[in-house]
């Protein structure tokens, strides 16, 4: 132990006299070190602890796939009982209606999501309430009083954290209920505010906001040893024999997936996440990189001193361990700035995450596994950075080290080639950092040049949530929606208003269609929308033939329709679909729909996006809403610019109408396009980009490093070019050469891996090929400018070396 501590001693003496290198490498390394434990607190966050339920890891939620590519995500509740009591491969199911719940009390009405769930969910998911009791079986009882319990969000932002709140009765959309517990602040199942038990039955209807629904969102365990496929062929069997019953549902060749609760909710961002945590290990590869190749110059020029200790009796295992502990300290004080980094750089990806794409119950924050990972970083740069350089310099001979001047000319030729492919590594890296970054850079402008079909611009959303039992009916809905699109359009400043079933670019429902005297082997089918006349104003929709809605056809709910070109195109070819019928089969399930109608086609509208951006119009039929009570409504609004001044109007005005409608959502067109189709795009340039950027300087330092360091020991030798009659120009592309040599290899190798890794971002890259030659040579050209810009100093100081100094030095 004494041995070891006057090691470090000495090893702390020796980085003090280095001031300028111990601070270059100490930084460099943080770099690496702050990312990677960033990005590790996120892998940590959202892909190894998001939930904090029992059993998580094993939490699986099924789904219905159908052949439109359409998938159901909620079951009826008599197949939720069915699955719950027939299948073999999951267990606890579990079930939640999401609906709206608006609640009144001590002076305060507000609206937020709520969940009707099954009384044993709390059991299942293991929770305990912060304050109060779990929703238990009998809370789901007939006659049992009626309770709810919060989430710690609301319970903070609306009741002030109060405690007492605990047995306060608040009214539910009608219903007084005692609130029995507050949830801790990471229990959010269901995202949702507000959890109420459900009385479940095979007739069980839950109504919130105008919204009814008799189905489940359903969430079970997974039984020991069984994979999300098993668990899916077994309720495929289940659902075949429930088929027959539920055609809507189980339509022709249906599938039923089963998914990991982290895959529902996190998706393709999980990827998102792996190919940023490769690319913040490529970054910590080339801080390490550099570091190393600093420790390698620093070895060369403390070769005498390696060898005077070496002569005095020094084992080799004894300097191997003086090297790696001066690389062990640079490597823990790079841990200690890297954690700094990484607390400021979680406070920015916290930030930059796209809303939606994580679980709200995650949590990123600086726990002890990534405190454990970052010291665990750090021993492992030690072991990079140090261990090369440490071994080759007690390899020099001893008495060639003692004769040497103590400059490294004599070391640079065994450390020159390990120094060079550490150059040629980083240059390589950094260009598959900048390869996955003009991709993206590729993929947001593609995204950004296409062509939606309408336009966003100065288009507002107000999503409405209507009370209870007023606007059930079809006639009801079409009086209301009447009364508050008038009462819109006379805002200063409306230019358009129009009742609508979705924001676009998406539709609101998918049906089979009959074309009648048309034959075919494969269902057809359209996704419809429901609208008021003005719908194809608002958006600045082009009208290609025929006519669109009036008023008239609106509030006489005739059984007329527009349909968009790709409809007309697929089921009816080369004929003109002006005056034809057709019929919207899947719809017939719903009690007020016209029983075996053809609706008139009276209008053919050109293309737009209705299932997303990135995917082509499928065929689309528009009709009146006043058709049906059946299904959700909101309005649509174009504005001349003044947005603010319309939305503080529209509150007022709906409430004028109706003070018990509430307002569940507000915003523009574009900002949902820039949450839904830019926000995961941006966030993937933005990180990207900076370890794109932070591995490019951190290569261009690395080359300028190694050929100024190069030139320092080929002074002599240029000083004899020089001599013997080379000209300044000569000396100048002899060092360029050289530089040039090792971009080149890096560039070479640089582009075969990106090729190769290009390949994981494949999926959130569109409009480009992962190949793309436009992107790679642009990245080509910019390593060849930077790294040829970095070569040139040192080259141009090499030309400037005195023949006389060089050899008088000598």
Sequence with gaps: MTGLSRDVRYAFRTLAKSPGFTTVAILTLALGIGATTTVFSVVDGVLLSPFPYKSAERLATPSIQLPNQISLRRFPVPVFLDFKAWNHTLQDMIGLAYLGVRYSGGGVTKQVWGGWVTPDSFEVLGSKPFLGRPITSDDGNPGSPPVFIMSHRLWAAQFNSDPKILGTTLNLNGTPRTLIAVMPPRFRFGE?????????????????????????????????????????????VIAQQLEKSYPTYFRPRFKIRVSSLLDYFVGDFKITIVALMAAVAMLLLIACSNVANLLLARASVREKEIAIRAALGATRSRLVRQLLIESFLLAMASCLVGCIFAYLGLKVASAVIPQGSIPSEVTIALRPATLLFAIGVAVLTTVICGLAPAIHAVRRDLRAGLAGAGTGASGSFRHGRLRSCLVIAEVAVSIVLLIGTGLMVRTFLALERVDIGFNPANVLYADLGLPEGQYDTAVQKQVFFRKIIERVKAIPGVSAATVASSVPPYSWGWTEVVVPGKTHSEPWGATLEMCSEDYFKTLGRHLLRGRLLSQSDVDSARHVTVINETLARAYFQNEDAIGKGIKFSSFEMYSDWPRDAYFEIIGIIADAKNQGLQDPPRPEAYFPHALTGVGHRLILIRTDGNSERVLASLGREISA????????????????????????PQFILTTLGTFAGTGLLLAVIGIFSMMAYTVSLQTRE?????????????????????????????????????????????????????????TYSAVVVVILVVGVAACLLPARRATQVSPLAALRSD
């Design 192 to 236: 949702c505010e507000i959890w109420i038990p459900l009385s479940l039955t095979r007739d069980t209807f839950i109504t919130g906001f105008g919204l009814a629904a008799n189905e489940l969102w359903t969430v079970g365990h997974l039984k020991p040893g069984v994979s999300a496929q098993q668990a899916g062929a077994d309720l495929e």
């Design 657 to 680: 109408l109706d003070a018990g409608v509430a307002v569940l959502e507000i915003g523009s067109v574009q900002s949902f396009l820039k949450h839904a189709y830019f926000a995961e």
């Design 718 to 774: 240029i000083g004899i070019r020089m001599a013997l009659g080379a000209q300044r120009n000569d000396v100048l592309r002899l060092v360029l050469k050289k530089g040039l040599v090792l971009i080149t290899g890096g560039t070479l190798a640089g582009v075969v891996l990106g090729v190769s890794v290009s390949r994981i971002i494949a999926s959130q890259i569109w409009g480009v090929s992962a190949t793309d030659p436009w």
